[in-house]
């Protein structure tokens, strides 16, 4: 008795088939990284670079002389609340990248005692923030 | 008299045939139209291609992904007197996430009309550069006289340019599906 052969084509198309679904599968998940890792400067945004699989910001003359933000750190100092501290300049890491503009003026001093100057607060080409204002006058 | 002397020609009229044939010559020769000997068979193709990407994330670990979808369009040239031969141009982009520009160049050997396999160069351009080096092999199902799908998995290795973040090379494991048309 003789068992019945399947065609030729039907085998390869079958064969095409169970490819074409591994590949899926591979594609879809098996073993692969989660986007959150880079491989290539191109994964990261524009500025910004892959080091050691996660996008830092590039630290170019473009983005800033100083230590402008890869870690989102701000760089001015703390605003004094104090009657005798000026208020500081105030930037987010966004600010220390973007602005290629001069940094705020420095506040100017309150008119009453104990008021502190308003700050700066645009980012500076370095990356810093307006300098201090003065302390008002008492 | 003989027969003979009655056909004898008198130089006069041998240097008349003589120019005659000459001429002819010369005339064929130039004013012929020169063979085709050398033509090119041109062919188009367009696809779409994705796969894996694996690379080194600069922690010394070799890690897989999905590729970026890969848009493909270009040219095979082939001799049409050794048709087995040919030399294929390609250009592509990646789609995904900050999209790239690059090509290919690469020498094509056909087993068979529609079975091939390739060397070559290739590289991406912008925004940042990767260079390497591809093999692969096609595959084409024909749909009629002149067009085709084709099925190209391909494998590149790219080991120098400004994209990659470590000194480890990116490697491409991609399949590749798209229309061949005989231009």
Known sequence: MTSPRLPKVTIARALFSLCGLGFAQLLSNAGCSSGAICYRNTDCPNGSDCKSGQCVRRLSSEAGLGEAGASGDTNGAAGGSSPTTGGAGKSSAAAA?????????????????????????????????????????? | MSPVSNVRTSPKIALMRGGVSISAL????????????????????FGLGSGLEGGDTGTGKFGWRRARLHIT?????????????????????????????GGEIRYERWLSHNVGAYAGLIGVVTPETLFGGSVGADLVIPFGKRAGL??????????????????????????????????
């Open chain 1, 97 to 138: 990248t973007a602005g290629s503009g001069q940094g705020g003026a420095p506040g100017t001093g309150g008119s009453s005692a104990g008021t502190a100057g308003s700050a700066g607060s645009s980012a500076g080409l370095d990356g810093n923030a307006g300098g201090g204002g003065l302390a008002g006058s008492p």
């Open chain 2, 26 to 45: 010369l005339g064929a020769m130039f004013l012929a139209s020169p063979v085709r000997a050398d033509g090119y068979l041109l062919d188009g193709n």
């Open chain 2, 73 to 101: 369009t270009g040219v095979d040239l082939r001799d049409d007197e050794s048709q087995a031969d040919a030399l294929g141009f390609r250009a592509f982009a990646e789609i995904e996430k900050r999209a790239t520009l």
């Open chain 2, 150 to 183: 084709f099925l190209e998995p391909s494998f590149s290795v790219l080991p120098v340019g400004s994209d990659l973040p470590s000194s480890g090379p990116l490697v491409w494991l991609l399949f590749s599906a798209g229309i061949k048309l005989g231009l």
